[in-house]
Nanobody
């Protein structure tokens, strides 16, 4: 079994920064893509940022140039550095990863979510 545990959420004012972390643990042989999603009240979950095992990244247009995704493969951890936060960034942020165990088959795993609230 694999667990993803997020940390780093909180309440900040507009213009401030936060750094989210997500550590994967358990029966891990390989991790492919690691992603951050978010879901605001009354809205669908959306992809915020993605990073491949090789380090290629992709961002939602709404966060490009403000957020930076990175990963430490040795620690099975993905980060999301969020700068110049806006009230519309308020949401629950979820970590997602494609993880293979000893079988070599990749499965999708999700963290429990961490709340980010940005006040104006």
């Amino acid at each position: 079994q694999v667990q993803l545990v997020e940390s780093g959420g909180g309440l900040v004012q507009a213009g401030e920064s936060l750094r989210l972390s997500c550590a994967a643990s358990g029966s891990i042989f390989s991790i492919n893509a690691m992603n951050w999603y978010r879901q605001a009240p009354g809205k669908q979950r959306e992809l915020v940022a993605a990073i491949t095992s090789g380090g290629s990244t992709n961002y939602a247009d709404s966060v490009r140039s403000r957020f930076t995704i990175s990963r430490d493969n040795a620690k099975n951890t993905v980060y999301l550095q969020m700068n110049s936060l806006k009230p519309e960034d308020t949401a629950v942020y979820y970590c997602n990863a494609e993880v293979a165990g000893s079988s070599g088959l990749y499965y999708d795993y999700w963290g429990q979510g961490t709340q980010v609230t940005v006040s104006s």
